[in-house]
């Protein structure tokens, strides 16, 4: 069974930074592309980034590049999104998201349940 | 790259059916996409990817009342049979080689 679970968000103040987790069973994450998708309170979805299976290549939204990193440890079976230089604008749910392809990104068919981030002094 | 444009809104009375529309942008319309449910305070759920053609394969566990179709540049999602717990925010995905899409989704109300 396909498993996928986020930790990490919180409270932090404008400027600073936070890793988030995205711990997966059920599958072997360097085979799958993997994406981080947020939603920001009372909007839609907004992808954020994403890293393919094999080659590990990334890709980010214009709202986040040069702030945020994505990156995974195959032994862990874990994806991170690294935040940096956070702003208000930012503040969202979370997802960590498998797709179905290995070496293409899209289109996601697990979501997990989210980890909530707010960025506010 | 594609845009993904979605009503805002659409409802429709208990056991009835409805069709949801996610149109891509011109130049895109090949392109294939994917349907996700969000109900009420819960993560999204995958429902189907949808091809250019029409055909669709479904995720695990998503009933038979849950069926795609494609017009052009539409893709559409039907719900048959409404249940109450249908009710919820739907969303289209789509992608190219460096990036992920959403259209803005369609809030779903039951009647």
């Known amino acids: 069974e396909v498993q996928v679970l986020e930790s990490g968000g919180g409270l932090v103040q404008p400027g600073g930074s936070l890793r988030l987790s995205c711990a997966v069973s059920?599958?072997?994450?360097?085979?799958?592309?993997m994406t981080w998708v947020r939603q920001a309170p009372g909007k839609g979805l907004e992808w954020v980034s994403a890293i393919t299976g094999s080659g590990g290549s990334t890709y980010y939204a214009d709202s986040v590049k040069g702030r945020f990193t994505i990156s995974r440890d195959n032994s862990k079976n874990t994806l991170y999104l690294q935040m940096n230089s956070l702003r208000a604008e930012d503040t969202a749910v979370y997802y960590c998201?498998?797709?179905?392809?290995?070496?293409?990104?899209?289109?996601?068919?697990?979501w997990g349940q989210g980890t909530l981030v707010t960025v506010s002094s | 790259q594609p845009v993904l444009t979605q009503s805002s809104s659409a409802s429709a009375s208990l056991g009835s059916s409805v069709k949801l529309t996610c149109t891509l942008s011109s130049g895109h319309s090949n392109y294939i996409i994917a349907w996700h449910q969000q109900q009420p305070g819960k993560a999204p759920r995958y429902l189907m990817k949808?091809?250019?053609?029409?055909?669709?394969n479904k995720g695990s566990g998503v009933p038979d009342r849950f069926s795609g179709s494609s017009s052009g540049a539409d893709r559409y999602l039907t719900i048959s049979n409404l249940q109450f717990g249908d009710e919820a925010d739907y969303y289209c995905e789509t992608w190219t080689a460096n990036t992920q899409v959403f259209g803005g989704g369609t809030k779903l109300t039951v009647l």
């Open positions: 949808l091809e250019d053609s029409g055909s669709y």
């Open positions: 998201a498998k797709d179905n392809s290995g070496s293409y990104l899209g289109p996601i068919d697990y």
């Open positions: 059920g599958f072997t994450i360097s085979s799958y592309a």
